[in-house]
């Protein structure tokens, strides 16, 4: 999705679990995006490898950090000397942020819907400087406030969390909280707040 005027950023934006029906076309990740083109931000969509006509298997989040590795190189290639923005919803959250915080040179990274009940390591977070958003359901089942609030104060600056009263996982009837969230985190040029990571 292109902005209207010259881009200020270029940003990936990775869909929910494969097997559990996630795909690009996902109403978090189209919301997500449409913020950041609202923001002026370039932002990419695509399907992780199995999903729609992506050739491939799922492959329990090893080759899709592959694959967000190819989208940010693809996202470079398009739009050269922008700062590059990672993140996703769901499983691509997590996808983007591991990726993101092991160096592929983002500039900022958002998570909409961390699945903290489904991810067993989370110590790569630790260590991440890069500007981070967290968007996440006050009742989402994956993990909601109360789990939320202790990881995100523990991690270093910069970094903010964004709870969203009454949401569940998907977001259901607060999807234009979590698309106004997003473009006014967008709106704050937040790749400008560090340095790209190595």
Not at 5 to 30: E, S
Not at 83 to 106: T, Y
Request: aromatic share 8%; with cysteine.
């Amino acid at each position: 999705m292109k902005p209207e005027g010259p881009p200020v950023a270029a940003a990936v934006v990775c869909h929910a679990h494969p097997l559990q029906g996630g795909m690009m076309h996902f109403k978090v990740v189209f919301r997500a995006a449409k913020a950041l083109q609202q923001q002026g931000v370039a932002a990419l969509r695509f399907n992780f490898r199995g999903v729609g006509r992506s050739e491939g298997v799922h492959d329990k989040g090893r080759g899709e950090q592959d694959d967000v590795r190819a989208a940010a190189a693809e996202v470079r290639r398009r739009y050269p000397g922008l700062p590059l923005v990672l993140g996703g919803f769901s499983f691509g959250s997590s996808m983007a942020l591991k990726v993101g915080c092991a160096g592929v040179g983002a500039s900022a990274l958002f998570a909409l819907g961390l699945p903290l009940g489904m991810l067993m390591d989370l110590k790569y977070l630790d260590s991440c400087r890069t500007p981070r958003l967290f968007v996440q359901g006050e009742n989402d089942v994956f993990g909601g406030a109360e789990r939320m609030r202790p990881l995100v104060e523990r991690l270093p600056e910069p970094r903010s969390l964004v709870i969203v009263p009454g949401a569940d996982h998907f977001f259901s009837g607060h999807l234009d909280a979590l698309q106004q969230v997003v473009a006014d985190w967008a709106a704050l040029r937040p790749w400008a707040a560090a340095p790209a990571s190595a």
